[in-house]
């Protein structure tokens, strides 16, 4: 479910493509060979979305306004731009994002002022996705939903139902489409990264799940940026679309059930936590920057001495908030007993808990799992030195609905990056 992944760049060049979708590779790899795929050619960190803004700033579909990637205060302000009062802004949003309705046009705005549905009708797009496919993913006990998602220019994104027994059931939701970061064992950082999801495409994936599978599973509860996609890349808009997400009138999720994850992307990681109350999550993986640098390229951009120092800091002006690091168990990569004990040091002194993940194995990687059995022993260590640990078993890798597992490289995809010799017998 959490995504982990990354890429590589000379910085300060700009690219020249061929007219396909290209890889978007952030950080230099001086000792790597070129990847020759790309002949050679040096690629840039900017990435864009498919939104465009009126004269307002407010994002448009055509020459529509789309209603879905606006904060309530801003759709409060267009609504009261054409003349109407800022209580008819509050019942529209109750019906966008409220009241067990989730319009998804105008005749399921029941209730509204005729002359008001009318401007609306007009001016006002609602959709910013189109429903592609549903397919089941079992883990065993319930159903994992995959959802597929036409985008406007064509492009499909994936984002995951996680049911659970308890009563918290989860949207996993994507901010790209692919991802530049690149990680070693992630199937979508193979895809490299094509652009970014606007506000409005992520919002629609919570509004979607709640409308569509709400009376199937039960209510959703949590939602996790931990699809396709680095979503600190993507930072603007990704603050953006949680912040309607916890909007009190509307989906009205807690913050605290609201989770982004990060491959560790340091100033992008220094303005969530200022400006977001969401839940937090870091994608860890390794306990040395030999094996970080290895199997998450950012980590020679922001290693880990840097990355945990800024969590130190930053969590020190926060109240009862603990990160979550996520750490997927790679056999005789980042398992062994003195893997555990150099985690326990890591965190000193980080509000934190752990969970630890079943790698989920797919083409695009030579990664194996860890074994159930070693996976409890490395739990163990950490719950005795006091950390907060959880397992969590692989569910929905049947379809490839597992974390890790989204997305659908091309032809052209991200380089497969040197081995380290100590580990080269691990993943013979």
Partial sequence: METMWMRRVPVGLKPSFPSFSVLILPIPFPRLKPFRSLHHRSLSISASSSSSSDENGNPIKGSKVLLKGMRYLELQNWVQSHGYRPGQALMLWKRLYGNNIWAHCID?????????????SGHAEFKALTLKDVI????GTRKRLQILFKLDDGLVIETVIIPCDRGRNTVCVSSQVG????????????????RHLTAAEIVEQAVYARR????????????VFMGMGEPFHNIGNVIKAADIMVHDQGLHFSPRKVTVSTSGLVPQLKRFLRESNCALAVSLNATTDEVRNWVMPINRKYNLSLLLQTLREELGFKHNYKVLFEYVMLAGVNDSLEDA???IDLVQGIPCKINLISFNPHCGSQFKPTS????IEFRNILAEAGCIVFLRPSRGDDQMAACGQLGKPGEVQAPLLRVPAKFRSALA
């Fill in 372 to 375: 159930d059995d070693k996976m």
């Fill in 108 to 120: 399921e705005l029941e209730g509204l002022n005729k002359d008001f549905k009318s401007m609306l």
């Fill in 179 to 194: 991802c530049a970061m690149n990680c070693q064992f992630c199937y979508t950082g193979r895809m490299g990264l094509t």
């Fill in 212 to 223: 569509l599978f709400s009376s199937e599973v039960g209510s959703i509860t949590n939602v």
């Fill in 136 to 139: 089941n993913a079992s883990d």
């Fill in 341 to 343: 004990r150099r985690l």
